[in-house]
């Protein structure tokens, strides 16, 4: 929520949309279930070559997933960190829907 607090509605439009979503799906009593085995694939491709295929960084400075490093957060804000980019990582907004992004931390979640 660190994101919240810097910006204000209209200087952060797209963070305040992932929100409302967030918590209009939530409420409205449509689920959404991530698919770990695409959140798989989707990691393969493009997560794989800094986070290793098995979630052990092959780089420094780069958590490493089976070890749980930096998987303690909601959802919400991991995707928020995937979609924005951070530190050395390139974000992945218009590169992966949210849907995506939860598939990937969904399967993220399984490695440690």
């Known amino acids: 929520m660190k994101e919240v607090e810097k ?5 952060c439009p797209i963070l305040w949309i992932r929100l409302i979503c967030c918590l209009w799906i939530s ?9 770990t085995v695409k959140g798989s694939e989707i990691y393969g491709m493009y997560c794989a070559s800094c ?11 780069v958590p ?7 998987l303690f957060q909601s959802d919400l804000a991991l995707l928020n960190s995937i ?12 590169i992966l829907s949210d849907s995506d992004i939860l598939d990937v ?8």
């Open 64 to 70: 490493s997933f089976d070890q749980g490093e930096g």
């Open 7 to 11: 910006c204000m509605l209209n200087e």
């Open 83 to 94: 979609a924005d980019g951070k530190n050395g990582m390139p974000s992945y907004q218009g």
């Open 51 to 61: 986070h290793g295929f098995a979630g052990s960084s092959v780089m420094p400075n």
């Open 105 to 112: 931390i969904a399967y993220l979640r399984t490695l440690n």
């Open 27 to 35: 409420f409205s009593g449509y689920s959404y279930a991530a698919d």
